[in-house]
T-cell receptor, first 117, second 114 residues
């Protein structure tokens, strides 16, 4: 089956620094990847849709200059949280749709827990 | 635009009892419907999905869900739960026009007690 990995699984950083999270599709090429944020005991909030070779499409209310998304290849998308603050602490999850997929099934990475101190 | 409502935030149930997790959706277009499961500190895994055809869909581990268009529901059921079914369950909807955008419900925490 389609496998999506994320790195790192956990990261702790100081306020004001930037953190990069990688999302990789391991056994398929993903033209579209999604980034979600999950608050404790809450649902997934779609942050942005990442398309290979083009600019990401951000959801309303998500700061594009704070959450930089790069989808440089068909197997890798990165999310960089710039000038992180404690309120950015969250569980970040990426997902990918397989090419040719017509049913919108998404394959999820295991998530990255970010803690900003 | 689509929206998803999961009516129960938590469902405690004893082992081997039946369970139903409720999900209602709204959409102005035809949709695909999904149930995902999330175990602690993990990503989401697809449990089952409805695309078209038979309104009753089943997973390999005994869950089933029925698409009810008139009631705009996609409730998840299992006749006999196990301790290992304890997890967060998310109902999700996406339109079938190729946009790939998926909207998730708030989740239901299923807690199976011995």
């Amino acid at each position: 089956g389609a496998v999506v990995s994320q790195h790192p699984s956990r990261v702790i950083c100081k306020s004001g620094t930037s953190v990069k999270i990688e999302c990789r599709s391991l056994d398929f090429q993903a033209t579209t990847m999604f980034w979600y944020r999950q608050f404790p005991k809450k649902s997934l909030m779609l942050m942005a849709t990442s398309n290979e070779g083009s600019k990401a499409t951000y959801e309303q209310g998500v700061e594009k200059d704070k959450f930089l998304i790069n989808h440089a290849s068909l197997t890798l998308s990165t999310l960089t949280v710039t000038s992180a603050h404690p309120e950015d602490s969250s569980f970040y999850i990426c997902s990918a749709s397989a090419p040719g997929s017509w049913d919108n099934e998404q394959y999820f990475g295991p998530g990255t827990r970010l803690t900003v101190t | 635009a689509q929206s998803v409502t999961q009516l129960d935030s938590q469902v405690p149930v004893f082992e081997e009892a039946p369970v139903e997790l409720r999900c209602n959706y709204s959409s102005s277009v035809s949709v695909y419907l999904f149930w995902y499961v999330q175990y602690p500190n993990q990503g989401l895994q697809l449990l089952l999905k409805y695309l078209s055809g038979s309104t009753l869909v089943e997973s390999i581990n005994g869950f089933e869900a029925e698409f009810n268009k008139s009631q705009t529901s996609f409730h998840l059921r299992k006749p006999s739960v196990h301790i290992s079914d304890t997890a967060e369950y998310f109902c999700a909807v996406s339109d079938n026009t190729g946009g790939f955008k998926t909207i998730f419900g708030a989740g239901t925490r299923l807690f199976v007690k011995a």
